[in-house]
């Protein structure tokens, strides 16, 4: 089976020591990416660590794909105990960080202890291996995250492709904080920034010349290039807000936190009011497919990346604002900052419906400021909207403390069920019915009979995430190709992300979660059965919980065990 290569460079930042792990045997069983952080994750981090204790450790991870020349495997996987979840959590991004990580010589970075001192960690590649420097930045306190690019380009000659930054939500631990990357890519999800922020860790460059030796089968390699660089995908122009209009037709984007399902203004924040903001094309390392918004207005001064649409969701329609510039502001401002769109967005609508202020661009705007210095009311709301919700007077809309990504589980039913039992919470990557019930292939009524689906889709985004391939190109990457390319049968592709999962679930479940928290805070029917028919299809006992059998350690014990 085709996989990641290279050691596992692991730092401890209290000590400010590093060593090189060998994590062949791992990564020969688990590829790369999201399954071989999973699997160190799961043996290495105490299942009572507090995530923000030295006893936490973040992931960063490529795949083996990410020194190829194929379109959709620009990305790379961050995973770690999440301050927003309390459980295991993966996220990645896009960029170009991957051939600059790869390139130091290191195919998992694993990031442990706790640092008196704000630091900045250098990895380059060594005679023997990956080196690291550790260099204290107090100035950086509180910086933006392109104000520390800009410190790392002008101190070490190095652009935001070769970093991974966390923004002040991170140093003050706002638990939907992200790690950024190329100033413009979020590992979002979970509040993996908080992490970097507890641990004192501002910035991980990334620099050298190793390529791992990993021969990438072509065909199909380069008839997925040729394919992405030709389409005429409106994905191509307009990204993943394309969809937008065609979602809200479909009363599937929640509005003025979640009281309506569609949006009176959505043409104002859609596909196409995004691409007239667009001034140029966008992509990540390799990807002809170049999906990525670069968009600007000068009149009022703004210039970002995206909004995609799970911002305009949260920014737009979920705050009831329907100026595009105004979502594109905010955007700006959660890159800048260093929070999650998605958290942040549906946090600050909680807020806006507290206030009686949806619509009030400007509130929102001021808010996410004080979320990420946590002053006044953001002190409050860094913490997210499961733990403010009470103290602001409204309903939780959250699963596992995540706040909910759009496609709305009250109109898409199987998606409902997909969000009560991913791991991760309310997050639209995990599963992701919400394919099959648009395109209607599945009817999006009703929540029986649909477990056996979504297992096969849960099984199979481990894959993607582990090779670690764009999410994007699945029409593209199809499973006939992901078996040429990794070399396997699909069937112990299948078998790899049931394991993946099973171990996010076993780490959860040894923090005392179960049954109970695979729900939902609105009614869809038959769920609960839905999710004993979804316990049922993967193995596991009807509360929940996997047995402890089920599970093998394959990670090289942790120096402090
Ligand atoms: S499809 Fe878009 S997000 Fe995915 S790798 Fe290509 S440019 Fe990046």
Redesign the pocket.
């Known amino acids: 089976m085709l996989h990641a290569e290279g050691p596992m460079l692991t730092v401890d930042v209290g000590e400010r020591s590093a060593d090189t792990v060998d994590i062949d045997s791992v990564l020969e069983r688990t590829i790369g990416g999201r399954a071989t952080a999973t699997a160190l994750a799961h043996d290495r981090i105490p299942f009572d660590a507090d995530p923000f204790g030295p006893e936490n450790r973040a992931y960063l991870s490529t795949g083996p794909m990410q020194m190829s020349r194929t379109?959709?495997t620009?990305?790379m996987n961050m995973t770690g105990l999440s301050p927003l979840t309390d459980g295991l959590v993966s996220t990645n991004a896009?960029g170009y960080l991957s051939r600059n990580f790869a390139g130091a010589g290191l195919s998992v970075l694993e990031l442990a202890g706790e640092s008196d001192e704000l630091l900045a960690i250098h990895v380059t590649d060594g005679p023997d291996g990956p080196e690291v420097e550790f260099e204290e930045v107090p100035e950086l306190e509180g910086a933006e995250t392109s104000r520390v690019s800009a410190y790392m380009e002008s101190h070490h000659d190095l652009g935001p492709e070769n970093c991974i930054t966390i923004g002040p939500a991170g140093e003050n631990l706002v638990r939907f904080a992200s790690v950024m990357t190329f100033d413009s890519r979020a590992f979002g999800r979970g509040g993996i920034g908080a992490v970097l922020g507890s641990k004192n860790v501002k910035c991980v460059t990334f620099e050298g010349d190793s390529t791992p030796d990993i021969e990438i089968p072509d065909p199909p390699a380069m008839d997925v290039h040729r394919e992405a660089a030709t389409s005429d995908d409106l994905m191509r122009r307009q990204g993943t807000t394309g969809n937008t209009e065609f979602i809200n037709d479909n009363f599937s984007i929640p509005t003025r936190y979640f009281d309506d399902y569609e949006f009176e203004s959505i043409e104002s924040i859609g596909g196409n009011a995004v691409e007239e903001k667009k001034y140029k094309k966008g992509?990540?390392s390799q990807?002809a497919?170049?999906?990525?918004l670069p968009t600007r207005d000068e009149e009022r001064g703004v210039e970002t990346e995206g909004p995609e649409f799970e911002t305009v969701y949260s920014f737009g329609t979920c705050q009831g604002v329907g100026d595009i510039v105004d979502v594109m502001i905010s955007n700006e401002l959660c890159d800048e900052l260093g929070m999650d769109t998605i958290s942040a967005g549906v946090t600050v609508a909680a807020y806006l419906k507290s206030e009686d202020a949806f619509g009030d661009a400007e509130l929102a705007h001021e808010t996410l400021e004080k979320i990420a210095h946590r002053e006044g009311i953001g002190d409050l709301l860094a913490e997210g909207t499961a733990r403010a919700h009470e103290e602001l007077g409204v309903d939780n809309y959250t699963v596992k403390g995540m706040e909910f990504a759009a496609h709305d589980g009250r109109t898409l039913h199987g998606q409902g069920l997909s969000y009560a039992v991913a791991n991760r919470g309310a997050d639209h990557m995990y599963g992701g019915m919400l394919g099959l019930e648009y395109s209607g292939e599945v009817d999006p009524e009703g929540t029986l009979g649909k477990a056996e689906t979504l297992v096969g889709l849960e099984n199979h985004n481990v894959v993607r995430d582990s090779a670690v391939i764009?999410a994007?190109?699945g029409d593209y990457m199809t499973d006939e190709r992901l078996e040429q390319l990794l070399g396997v049968d699909y069937e112990r592709l299948q078998s790899l992300g049931a394991e993946t999962i099973e171990r996010e679930r076993h780490f959860n479940n040894k923090r005392g979660k179960g049954v109970d928290d695979d729900d939902l805070p609105y009614e869809i029917p038959d769920l609960a059965e839905a999710v004993q028919e979804y316990y049922e299809a993967r193995g596991w006992n009807e509360d929940g919980t996997v047995p402890d059998a089920a599970i093998d350690s394959v990670a090289p014990v942790a120096a402090d065990d």
């Not at 497919?289 to 990525?292: L, P």
């Open positions: 379109s959709f620009g990305r896009g992509a990540c990807c497919y170049a999906c990525k764009c994007f190109g």
